[in-house]
């Protein structure tokens, strides 16, 4: 994946990984460069999720490489790999606990003693900008589905990762949250220069904000590049739907027959 950064941010070499009765990964490589915003597209099952938690060692994989700034995931400490990677999983738990302090965790990888003014001058800084500031101090458990993810988004940003993780980030939210929240991932890459993985079913939602595209299938990465690999042949081919490619507005528009 290249967006015209030289930076390399994530390579993942001949990845595989086993569940006891199933293969779910095979022989997976890319590499992510700065700024690179990639949708990892697929039918449920086919391995998405278990790629995310591969990558952030939440699953350890069995073969192949993985490296973050060059350095190999394997044998980097949890607190070192917390501060080049961060992951909003699908279904976040907080505890009884204020936005500030939710997002505060976010700092936990870099804390030797106790929290300084530096991290909590962040951690307001990050609630500022993702337009938390109206209840840094509610408890978390008393937001929105919309307002949860944005906390999510904020706590892993304050580990100022090079490359965030977000499993179908918009999946339990409504219109108005998705393309809210989409944005918020785009511009929080583009200003900061990071990389973002991210896995979704809606493709017509990843083509708005994505600009690099991974297809898999069967555990393999069937396609992957910008636009061009978004064909109605792909598609079918991933999806086992036929489909109609238009285009609004120089955007591509993907409708099943």
């Not at 738990?93 to 976010?106: N, R, Y």
């Given at each position: 994946?290249?967006?015209?950064?030289?930076?390399?941010?994530?390579?993942?070499?001949?990845?595989?990984?086993?569940?006891?009765?199933?293969?779910?990964?095979?022989?997976?490589?890319?590499?992510?460069?700065?700024?690179?915003?990639?949708?990892?597209?697929?039918?449920?099952?086919?391995?998405?999720?278990?790629?995310?938690?591969?990558?952030?060692?939440?699953?350890?994989?069995?073969?192949?490489?993985?490296?973050?700034?060059?350095?190999?995931?394997?044998?980097?400490?949890?607190?070192?790999?917390?501060?080049?990677?961060?992951?909003?999983?699908?279904?976040n738990e907080f505890s009884h606990t204020t936005v500030f302090d939710a997002v505060l965790l976010g700092r936990k990888p870099y804390i030797k003693w106790d929290i300084t003014q530096e991290d909590i001058h962040l951690v307001q800084g990050i609630i500022e900008k993702m337009s938390l500031s109206s209840f840094a101090m509610r408890?978390?458990?008393?937001?929105?589905?919309?307002?949860?993810?944005?906390?999510?988004?904020?706590?892993?940003?304050?580990?100022?990762?090079?490359?965030?993780?977000?499993?179908?980030?918009?999946?339990?939210?409504?219109?108005?949250?998705?393309?809210?929240?989409?944005?918020?991932?785009?511009?929080?890459?583009?200003?900061?220069?990071?990389?973002?993985?991210?896995?979704?079913?809606?493709?017509?939602?990843?083509?708005?904000?994505?600009?690099?595209?991974?297809?898999?299938?069967?555990?393999?990465?069937?396609?992957?590049?910008?636009?061009?690999?978004?064909?109605?042949?792909?598609?079918?081919?991933?999806?086992?739907?036929?489909?109609?490619?238009?285009?609004?507005?120089?955007?591509?528009?993907?409708?099943?027959?």
């Amino acid at each position: 994946m290249h967006n015209g950064n030289s930076v390399k941010k994530l390579e993942v070499e001949n990845l595989s990984f086993d569940f006891p009765t199933k293969a779910v990964l095979k022989e997976v490589s890319f590499t992510l460069h700065g700024g690179d915003c990639v949708a990892v597209l697929g039918t449920n099952g086919v391995g998405k999720s278990t790629l995310l938690k591969c990558l952030n060692r939440v699953l350890h994989h069995k073969e192949g490489r993985v490296a973050v700034d060059g350095e190999c995931v394997k044998t980097m400490t949890r607190n070192s790999l917390a501060q080049k990677i961060g992951y909003v999983a699908q279904r976040n738990e907080f505890s009884h606990t204020t936005v500030f302090d939710a997002v505060l965790l976010g700092r936990k990888p870099y804390i030797k003693w106790d929290i300084t003014q530096e991290d909590i001058h962040l951690v307001q800084g990050i609630i500022e900008k993702m337009s938390l500031s109206s209840f840094a101090m509610r408890n978390v458990n008393q937001l929105s589905g919309g307002e949860m993810q944005k906390v999510a988004i904020a706590r892993a940003l304050a580990q100022q990762p090079t490359i965030l993780l977000f499993d179908e980030p918009t999946s339990n939210l409504d219109l108005k949250n998705q393309l809210e929240v989409i944005k918020l991932i785009k511009s929080v890459v583009t200003e900061s220069n990071l990389s973002a993985l991210v896995t979704m079913h809606d493709l017509n939602l990843a083509i708005r904000f994505a600009d690099q595209f991974i297809f898999m299938r069967e555990g393999r990465i069937f396609a992957a590049g910008g636009r061009d690999i978004l064909t109605e042949e792909n598609i079918r081919k991933v999806y086992q739907v036929e489909v109609d490619i238009h285009y609004h507005k120089g955007t591509p528009v993907v409708i099943p027959q």
